[in-house]
């Protein structure tokens, strides 16, 4: 088992940033690639990026490609996506998920998943 609590979020306005956090505890964090999804009022969750166990690896939605960094420190258990040039558009839940296998934009490769912290982005 793996447990996952995000922290991070807020109310910004547009343009600002926000450094997302997941820190885990349980099996060895390392050993997971962890992604990051979010979903918007009224929307189905959606992929926002992933990072592979070693940290080599990433892959980010295009809707955020460019503005939003995923990291990982295995030695601190944490993984961290920084939201920067924010829009009202980014206002979501965010949920951090470890999944073993091929790092993947499908919720379904991710076998644990955090409960959320909310972003909210004001124009």
């Known amino acids: 088992q793996v447990q996952l609590v995000e922290s991070g979020g807020g109310l910004v306005q547009a343009g600002d940033s926000l450094r997302l956090s997941c820190v885990a505890s349980?099996?060895?964090?390392?050993?997971?690639?962890m992604g990051w999804f979010r979903r918007a009022p009224g929307k189905e969750r959606e992929f926002v990026a992933a990072?592979?166990?070693?940290?080599?690896?990433?892959e980010y939605a295009d809707s955020v490609k460019g503005r939003f960094i995923i990291s990982r420190d295995n030695a601190k258990n944490t993984g961290l996506l920084q939201l920067n040039s924010l829009t009202p558009e980014d206002t979501a839940v965010y949920y951090c998920?470890?999944?073993?296998?091929?790092?993947?934009?499908?919720?379904?490769?991710?076998?644990?998943w955090g409960q959320g912290t909310q972003v909210t982005v004001t124009s």
């Open positions: 998920a470890a999944g073993a296998g091929y790092v993947t934009e499908s919720a379904s490769g991710y076998d644990y």
């Open positions: 349980g099996r060895a964090f390392n050993r997971y690639n």
């Open positions: 990072i592979s166990w070693s940290g080599t690896s990433t």
